[in-house]
């Protein structure tokens, strides 16, 4: 695929319930173009749904400054920020004032890897970008990003070939107290690129 020259994925298509978009990104492809030009891509393999009208979970974010607002902004627009030293990437759902995100966990490279090398040194390879922090610093994505939305041509999102239901795993999502048990991240079955995080919950197979 001509990355470069791929229709992005509209702003709509993230206004809609974040479980069902979480799962409907498995397959599309993350297309960062660096200031000098060049192109990296990589293919999404694992996503989480955050949803805080429904979500215990979403308690944190009265802690976190911005946060709330942030979640409650236009749908399509990138939520970067920094959670444990560690950079994170959502992207925003639901329409605007409601509060929900996606959490992009891991990503297969497919294009520009040696330039994510640069940006991650790795000895090995799966561990470029098997990880939600991982493939944040591999694609070279920065609080420049935070708030813009997921069309701009520096860095967008563009569909995949549609993953069929029983290639997709569900489980619980990784690092939670409350809401352990929703069954809201999604991984591409047997994919090596997948993050090594453990379920909150055990709903391996929900």
Same mark, same amino acid.
């Given at each position: 695929?001509?990355?470069?020259?791929?229709?992005?994925?509209?702003?709509?298509?993230?206004?809609?319930?974040?479980?069902?978009?979480? =799962?409907?990104?498995?397959?599309?492809?993350?297309?960062?173009?660096?200031?000098?030009?060049?192109?990296?891509?990589?293919?999404?393999?694992?996503? %989480? +749904?955050?949803?805080?009208?429904?979500?215990?979970?979403?308690?944190?974010?009265?802690?976190?400054?911005?946060?709330?607002?942030?979640? +409650?902004?236009?749908?399509?627009?990138?939520?970067?920020?920094?959670?444990?030293?560690?950079?994170?990437?959502?992207?925003?759902?639901?329409?605007?004032?409601?509060?929900?995100?996606?959490?992009?966990?891991?990503? %297969?490279?497919?294009?520009?890897?040696? =330039?994510?090398?640069?940006?991650?040194?790795?000895?090995?390879?799966?561990?470029?970008?098997?990880?939600? +922090?991982?493939?944040?610093?591999?694609?070279?994505?920065?609080?420049?990003?935070?708030?813009?939305?997921?069309?701009?041509?520096?860095?967008?999102?563009?569909?995949?070939?549609?993953?069929?239901?029983?290639?997709?795993?569900?489980?619980?999502?990784?690092?939670?107290?409350?809401?352990?048990?929703?069954?809201?991240?999604?991984?591409?079955?047997?994919?090596?690129?997948?993050?090594?995080?453990?379920?909150?919950?055990?709903?391996?197979?929900?």
């Amino acid at each position: 695929m001509d990355f470069g020259h791929a229709r992005a994925l509209p702003l709509t298509f993230f206004a809609g319930d974040p479980v069902s978009v979480a =799962r409907a990104l498995l397959g599309a492809a993350m297309v960062r173009v660096l200031p000098d030009s060049e192109t990296l891509a990589a293919r999404i393999v694992e996503t %989480e +749904a955050y949803d805080c009208p429904r979500d215990p979970s979403c308690h944190v974010i009265a802690r976190l400054p911005g946060a709330a607002a942030m979640m +409650a902004g236009p749908p399509g627009r990138v939520y970067y920020h920094v959670a444990y030293d560690q950079p994170l990437l959502n992207i925003i759902c639901r329409p605007e004032g409601v509060q929900a995100s996606i959490l992009i966990r891991a990503a %297969e490279p497919l294009l520009g890897e040696d =330039r994510m090398r640069e940006h991650r040194p790795v000895k090995r390879r799966v561990d470029l970008s098997n990880g939600p +922090a991982k493939l944040v610093t591999a694609l070279h994505l920065g609080p420049e990003q935070r708030g813009q939305p997921i069309d701009r041509a520096d860095f967008y999102l563009v569909p995949g070939e549609p993953v069929e239901d029983n290639a997709v795993t569900t489980t619980a999502r990784v690092g939670l107290r409350r809401g352990a048990d929703l069954p809201w991240r999604f991984l591409l079955t047997g994919s090596p690129w997948v993050s090594a995080g453990k379920p909150s919950a055990a709903l391996n197979g929900v």
